[in-house]
């Protein structure tokens, strides 16, 4: 019992530590803050239901930070699966009630491919290092400063002067 | 100092994210899809213990069509073995003289004699036999055929009053060791009784010979076959006998080489 209630406090204290920054990598990523929250949500839950194998890794927020991008690729898919159903179906495309609201960086990141987009939300926003952004997207390190590198030249690029080289 | 540090594109990106969800109001939320995960998991839990069950016992229900059903060798569903040999003498081997060989119908049926001193060990050629013995018939019945011999009418087995439990042979330890094949050395006696009437047959040398067989008060006996492993007596009620069973006393060879009695009433 006691074992139970120190499980869930542990879960808790997770969640109030990592929830909201998780949420805000994820929205960067993917432009919406809605499926973020959902997709950081769902991995909370998973981490729920099976937090005593969980607590024993070596990184369980690295765990709950995969589970949370695999989600929302899954609902990115789906996403895509039915707009390409609606597209074929001659049929006007569904209108979303709670558009983005994107602003000029945003607008710039969503032209920007997948990886590049995760790798600049986990390191700049989740706070991430090059090696750990690495271990939670499966890529090599190199692979992760060639993402941050391209994408930060591109941002630089449409900015101007907005984004500088520190 | 990390190559890729650039507060500004860091501000531009921490804006574009917004302020966050409210942690509060999350982790209730989170808690409260926690509850309907552990219940729709406890569901499915359930469901598949329910549906392994009825799988179980679907499984242990159902009997293949092809699934071969023990039959007695003479094809009576309704017969019940009474009696076992109650004499056995392996060391007798000067009876089979005295006791086989049987004069031919003279049709006469004692059937007031139930005398219970028929002889039972079959060794005494001298005491008279209550009904003298038919010759072989003409029935020709294959040897371990299933279905010839079944009777005609197929009631439930009655179980007469006079059953004894089977007794086994105390002189079965001197039985050779070597018991691959059946044995035919058993010289011993067998006694059915029924409502009908009772018989008592011989076994000697592998061939099985009819001592004697007397019928009950108001019941007529008949030897209906005598082959040289099997022997029938049928006893039927006689004409003014409404009340009685007809009955069957069969005495045959056993797969473990001893006569084995079988009485059986229809």
């Known amino acids: ?166 | 100092m990390n190559d890729f540090d650039d507060s500004v594109l860091r501000d531009q990106l921490q804006r574009l994210g917004g302020h966050g969800p409210d942690e509060a109001g999350a982790y209730l939320a989170l808690q409260q899809r926690v509850g309907v995960a552990k219940r729709r998991r406890a569901a499915a839990v359930v469901g598949g213990l329910g549906v392994t069950l009825m799988v179980g016992f679907a499984a242990a229900a159902y009997q293949p069509p092809s699934s071969s059903r023990l039959v007695p060798a003479n094809g009576g569903g309704d017969e019940v073995v009474l009696t076992l040999p109650t004499t056995v003498n392996n060391a007798d081997t000067t009876s089979s003289s005295t006791v086989i060989s049987t004069p031919s119908v003279n049709g006469n049926t004692d059937n007031g004699n139930t005398d219970s001193s028929a002889p039972q060990t079959g060794t005494d050629s001298t005491s008279p036999s209550p009904i003298d013995v038919p010759a072989t018939t003409a029935h020709t019945v294959p040897h371990g055929h299933a279905t010839t011999s079944a009777p005609a009418t197929t009631t439930a087995p009655t179980v007469p009053a006079t059953t004894t439990a089977p007794t086994i042979p105390a002189t079965t330890s001197t039985e050779p060791s070597s018991s691959s094949s059946v044995p035919t050395n058993f010289t011993e006696n067998a006694t059915a009784s029924s409502s009908g009437g009772t018989a008592t047959a011989h076994l000697q040398g592998g061939v099985v010979s009819l001592v004697s067989y007397s019928a009950a008060p108001d019941h007529d006996c008949v030897v209906e076959r005598t082959l040289s492993d099997r022997v029938r007596i049928t006893c039927r009620p006689t004409l003014f006998n409404t009340l009685g069973n007809t009955s069957h006393l069969d005495f045959s060879i056993g797969l473990d080489g001893h006569l084995v009695a079988v009485s059986t009433e229809t």
């Open chain 1, 1 to 166: 019992m006691m074992n139970d209630i120190r499980m869930v406090d542990d879960l808790e204290s997770l969640f109030r530590a990592h929830h909201g920054r998780l949420v805000r990598a994820l929205t960067v990523a993917c432009g919406n803050e809605q499926i973020a929250a959902d997709a950081v949500q769902v991995a909370f839950v998973k981490a729920h239901l099976k937090w005593r194998s969980i607590m024993s890794y070596d990184d369980p927020v690295g765990w709950i930070r995969r589970v949370a991008i695999n989600n929302m690729r899954d609902e990115h898919r789906r996403e895509s699966r039915k707009q390409r159903a609606v597209d074929r179906l001659g049929a006007e495309p569904e209108v979303q009630v709670q558009a983005p609201q994107l602003d000029e960086v945003a607008a710039m990141l969503a032209g920007l491919p997948r990886q590049q987009r995760l790798s600049l939300a986990l390191f700049y926003v989740d706070g991430l290092s090059v090696a750990e952004t690495a271990a939670t997207l499966g890529i090599s390190e190199g692979a992760v400063k060639f993402h941050l590198h391209q994408g930060r030249s591109t941002l630089r690029g449409q900015l101007g002067e907005g984004v500088h080289h520190e």
